[in-house]
């Protein structure tokens, strides 16, 4: 069945770039996103990327999409103590639902000053 | 555009007891979505409707629970006779149709003690 994962915990020090990886299975999905959510608090929308994109850059956000081998990554360049939350990757349900999504785990991103 | 919003933000009822939670979505919004997430989980999607047809129901949506859109607008999710496996953070999102963003509510959290 559909599913989507990512590793559990990331810590980097403050200034560093930080990697968060997601695999996920469905090769029908339109849209891929990266959703930020701190304690206590809603999921807020950091980026997405059209399925048939390889790249997308926004601001210290740079998503990248390896279709064939089904891996996204979000790469967040400078990071500061402000990012630190829990990173969910997400895929829409086949094509043209865009807000039907699958959810990974969560990847909690720990930045030490 | 105030956003997605949800009512109330928490809710702690007994084992046994029915509750209803309150998702009014961004006017324009002709479809909505409910998630479930629980601790240390990424959301799981529940159920969406177009209007007010609820066009899917997710397995997770046991017959306990049952969720309207009677005007197409705001959409309410009971659940009956609560468990407390039942505790979780239920999201709502909304959407137009094959538009990339889905963005979601704050989330009404369930306590079932």
């Known amino acids: 069945g559909e599913d989507v994962e990512q590793s559990l915990f990331l810590s980097v020090r403050e200034g560093d770039s930080s990697v968060i990886n997601c695999t996920y299975t469905d090769s029908s999905s339109t849209y891929l996103y990266w959703y930020k959510q701190e304690p206590g608090a809603g999921l807020q929308l950091l980026t997405y990327i059209f399925s048939n994109m390889d790249m997308k850059q926004d601001q210290r956000l740079t998503v990248l999409l390896n279709k064939k081998d089904k891996h996204l990554s979000l790469r967040i360049a400078d990071t500061q103590t402000g990012d630190s939350a829990i990173y969910f990757c997400?895929?829409?349900?086949?094509?043209?639902?865009?807000?039907?999504?699958?959810f990974g785990q969560g990847t909690t991103l720990q930045v030490k000053p | 555009d105030t956003g997605v919003s949800q009512d109330p933000r928490h809710k702690i009822t007994k084992r046994g007891q029915n509750v209803t939670f309150r998702c009014d979505p961004i006017?324009?919004?002709?479809?909505l979505y409910w998630y479930r997430q629980t601790l240390g989980q990424g959301p799981e999607f529940l159920t969406y409707f177009q209007n007010e047809a609820q066009l899917e129901k997710s397995r997770l949506l046991s017959d306990r629970f049952s969720a309207e859109r009677p005007k197409g607008s705001f959409s309410t999710l009971e659940i009956q006779r609560t468990e407390q496996g039942d505790s979780a953070m239920y999201l709502c999102?909304?959407?137009?149709?094959?538009?990339?963003?889905?963005?979601f509510g704050p989330g009404t959290r369930l306590t079932v003690l």
């Open positions: 999102a909304s959407s137009l149709p094959d538009t990339p963003k889905a963005p």
């Open positions: 997400a895929e829409s349900m086949g094509s043209g639902n865009t807000g039907k999504l699958i």
């Open positions: 006017s324009e919004h002709n479809r």
